[in-house]
């Protein structure tokens, strides 16, 4: 009886070993193709704005940059791409997954190339190291932490819907005060979001995966850290950033 008692302890040990070291793998799959599409974003944004690129998607006047015909196709793609991602995810190829990933990712690159053309590239690289160590405390927080975060996702959820309401709103009125107000909001909601969107993409995990479903789950993970990222670095641009 106490040698089963011993073995049924030991298994149970590698069992939860196992499941330890899928999840790491898992996770690390996530980190990495959520890095990589941020490298894909800064790369397509940087390029953009430096070469003549630019002059394809912006009108460039002494008084500023506005949107040319392409422009506007390729700021509203993004929107776009989520919903056929959604598609994709669910229906298509592995392979059509990973494409409609690094796309939206280059999409979303040259849609943020004003950017450099409005903020000076000190204030930027030291944002986003700020925006990377924000995200990657609470990202940490959300993996290790046993609170579940439910309540408090919902929460910031709701918080998310009413400041893309004001800042639809704020397009009317062109208030600075209510701008730097949802500025300040968005901060602290995707800051929020990133904990509770890391508990979740955890508690998705299954050791049973295959490498398809397992991969699928990654790059669907990868995406929502990636916009929680790109969401916080933009707001936190907007209060601090150092616009030329």
Do not use: H
């Amino acid at each position: 009886m106490l040698e089963n008692k011993n073995f049924t302890a030991v298994s149970n040990t590698k069992a939860a070993a196992y499941v330890d070291e899928g999840l790491r793998q898992y996770m690390l799959k996530v980190y990495n193709y959520m890095a990589a599409g941020l490298g894909i974003t800064a790369f397509a944004a940087y390029l953009v704005a430096n070469t003549s690129l630019i002059k394809l998607f912006f009108n460039i006047t002494p008084q500023g940059a506005s949107l040319s015909g392409l422009g506007w196709l390729f700021l509203l793609a993004p929107f776009l791409m989520i919903f056929a991602f959604s598609w994709v995810i669910s229906r298509g190829t592995l392979a059509q997954v990973q494409g409609v990933f690094w796309g939206y990712s280059a999409v979303m690159g040259i849609s943020l190339a004003p950017i450099f053309l409005a903020y000076t590239n000190e204030s930027i690289a030291r944002l986003f190291l700020i925006t990377a160590a924000t995200f990657g405390s609470m990202s940490l927080y959300g993996y290790t932490t046993k609170k579940d975060l439910t309540s408090m996702g919902s929460f910031m959820v709701m918080g998310l819907w009413g400041v893309i309401i004001a800042s639809i709103v704020n397009i009317f009125m062109q208030s600075s005060g209510l701008s730097f107000a949802l500025s300040i909001l968005t901060v602290i909601i995707f800051t929020g979001l990133t904990a509770y969107d890391t508990q979740k993409i955890r508690g998705l995990y299954m050791s049973a995966d295959t490498g398809d479903t397992a991969a699928r789950k990654a790059i669907a993970g990868a995406l929502e850290l990636y916009l929680d990222f790109i969401n916080l670095f933009l707001a936190l641009l907007r209060l601090f950033g150092d616009r030329r």
